[in-house]
């Protein structure tokens, strides 16, 4: 009597590989056996009678988490201003373009007291301005600044509100308020992007809109 003997080829896979299409299986007296190596690439495996996640599925939801925290973080005043064509423009009552005063040491107010400090503070002509744009996305962020001491070494870090709003598909407008307490003027500037797409990138990101009186509001 022959006995026939049947050969079955097992692929060995990296644990993260995809699933080929055709998988080889071993099939005896009619009985289908998976493959013990595709067992490192099923989604969960049963211990206990409880589901356990395999380590690429794992890892996979890690990497996802971690970029869409990125994705959804408030962009920062740097990024804000990256990707600029030409020189900004003035914007009434914001007399100054740049940044005209020096936030007190270890200043670092919150979101929610920038988006109170602009509820309360921010220019009517300003405000009144963003309203006539339409606008209704924007950004309540910080401006970190090293800050040094005249005729010394020593240099500190303070913090001031920074606010982005966008008023057009390639301008948005930069405002920074002055500190707490302070009676200097805000300042701010009218920003043209080279692209579409980074204003849309970055408004994407935004953690605030505008209502119809100019007002503020996180989201």
Known sequence: MRTAHLRSRHVVEPPCSPEPASRKVTRT?????????????LPTQSMGGMPKLSLCLVLALAVAGAASASALRPPTPKEI?????????????LPYRSFPYSPPAGSRPTTRQCVALWNAGAPNATRRWIVGHSARKADVTLFVQGVGQIGTQKKRTAATCAYAVTVAPNQILFVTA????????????LLRYKTRATVTSLTSRFNATVDRAGAIRLT
Do not use: F, N, Q, Y
């Not at 002055?178 to 500037?189: H, R």
């Open 178 to 189: 002055p500190p707490k307490g302070s009676t200097d003027p805000w300042s701010g500037e």
């Open 81 to 93: 201003l990256t990707g600029l064509a030409g020189p900004a423009a003035s914007v009434p009552g």
């Open 29 to 41: 007296t009619g009985v289908t056996r998976v493959p013990s190596d595709a067992k490192a690439i």
